[in-house]
């Protein structure tokens, strides 16, 4: 059981928009930064968000991120199916003094 | 470039110890926090200690705290993590991170199987 809470599974066709939530606490998500990561099959994690919204070099600006209280959100816009992959968020959780991680969503592009 | 690379890991069974290695190369170690971070065959992603720049303020995962022990040796550029008392539910494949913005760097990591 995770500590942040992600859907397991979102889909949606090439080049429309779909939305990934990762909730979680004012102890978490509501009152630390958060990050979001792309994990192709057999490959490391890849950082596309960090603080909430940010995007880092690099990364297309089909990417979004946001937050509000303590939900975030990761956009993707213009789906392409090299953007069939796992996505987990990660926030620091004050009260545990650890990173708790969502339990991931697997996207599909139809 | 930046890179990171894990070594160390291996079969051993329960109970047993086994200390993983996160090589640095392309920047100075000294100047970055360092996350290990896990993942089951087949599951998710998560979190398990992170190594502070002065070593004093690291901070583990609950289901490894007392058991993983994080160090670093800045001359030789390397984060260690020192596991003990392995469980069947250590199993995994360990990966370092480079805390920046986010997690920007990742090694492609090395699997540790406890299995008797």
């Known amino acids: 059981q995770s500590v942040l809470t992600q859907p397991p599974s979102v889909s949606a066709a090439p080049g429309q928009k779909v939305t990934i939530s990762c909730s979680g606490s004012s102890s978490n998500i509501g009152n630390n930064d958060v990050s979001w990561y792309q994990q192709l099959p057999g490959t490391a994690p890849k950082l596309l968000i960090y603080d909430d919204n940010k995007r880092p070099s690099g990364i297309p600006d089909r990417f979004s991120g946001s937050k509000s209280g303590t939900s975030a959100t990761l956009a993707i816009t213009g789906l392409q199916t090299g953007d069939e992959a796992d996505y987990y968020c990660i926030a620091w959780d004050t009260s545990l003094t650890a990173g708790v991680f969502g339990g991931g969503t697997k996207l599909t592009v139809l | 470039q930046v890179q990171l690379v894990e070594s160390g890991g291996g079969v051993v069974q329960p109970g047993r110890s086994l200390r993983l290695s996160c090589a640095a190369s392309?920047?100075?170690?000294?100047?970055?926090?360092i996350h290990w971070v896990r993942q089951a065959p087949g599951e998710g992603l998560e979190w398990v200690a992170v190594?502070?720049?002065?070593?004093?303020?690291?901070h583990y995962a609950e289901s490894v705290k007392g058991r993983f022990t994080v160090s670093r040796d800045n001359s030789k550029n390397t984060v260690y993590l020192q596991m003990d008392s392995l469980r069947i539910d250590d199993t995994a494949f360990y990966h370092c991170a480079r805390q920046l913005q986010g997690l920007d760097h990742w090694g492609r990591g090395t699997l540790v199987t406890v299995s008797s």
């Open positions: 190594s502070s720049i002065d070593g004093r303020t690291d």
């Open positions: 392309g920047f100075t170690l000294s100047n970055y926090i």
